[in-house]
């Protein structure tokens, strides 16, 4: 079965602190890792992606590491602000012609003053 | 421009009876997706449509769900004969067509279904 893993469940970083989130995935014909902001009530926002061809990619304070050798990448948020307490769910997507998003559990993010 | 929009926001039902929740998506989009969340778990899929066809309806969970899209736009899934275990948010996303741009998936706001 298809299946993205992602940790910690939770986490509680001090304002000005980096926060980082992990996830692993099984699937070799996944060729699409985005990662998705959810603020309570609200959908899902894509945030930041990255394709398998490069390890890293950085958007402002967001930047997504990929290891491709060990199905691996991870979400970090420099500078990390109390606006960016959410949940934050990793995904990955592709092979066979499938274009269903396959999430992780999701991480709630709280950032404290 | 306007987002993905879905409606109602919230839904009560009693067991036993059909809902209907609507999907509008982002103007130009012509794939849409429907995923549902459930409390404490991650988006699950439930099926995507290109254009007005549903070439993957793989996450359906129970012949009691079903979808459509028509004129390539608005798309509706219908829960029959709900359940308790149907409670959760109902999310719908779309995104434009053609291999770079499929995984670019928009999502809106979602419908929360709650049935008693």
């Known amino acids: 079965q298809q299946q993205v893993k992602q940790s910690p469940q939770s986490l509680i970083v001090q304002k000005g602190g980096i926060s980082i989130i992990n996830c692993a995935y099984e699937n070799t014909a996944f060729d699409y890792f985005p990662w998705y902001q959810q603020f309570p009530g609200k959908g899902p926002a894509l945030l930041i992606a990255i394709r398998p061809d490069v390890s890293e990619k950085k958007e402002g304070r967001f930047t997504i590491s990929f290891n491709k050798s060990a199905k691996q990448f991870s979400l970090h948020i420099m500078d990390s602000q109390p606006g960016d307490s959410a949940t934050y769910f990793c995904a990955a997507c592709g092979g066979a012609g499938s274009y269903q998003l396959t999430f992780g559990k999701g991480t709630k993010l709280s950032v404290i003053p | ?116």
């Open chain 2, 1 to 116: 421009g306007a987002g993905v929009s879905q409606s109602p926001s919230n839904k009560v039902t009693e067991k036993g009876k059909d809902v209907e929740l609507r999907c509008d998506p982002i103007s130009g989009h012509t794939a849409l997706y429907w995923y549902r969340q459930s409390l404490g778990q991650g988006l699950e899929f439930l099926i995507y449509f290109q254009g007005n066809s549903a070439p993957d309806k793989s996450g359906l969970p129970s012949d009691r769900f079903s979808a459509e899209r028509t004129g390539g736009s608005v798309s509706t899934l219908t829960i029959q004969r709900t359940q308790q275990e149907d409670s959760a948010v109902y999310l719908c996303a779309s995104s434009l067509a053609g291999p770079k741009s499929v995984y670019e998936q928009y999502f809106g706001p979602g419908t929360r279904l709650t049935v008693t």
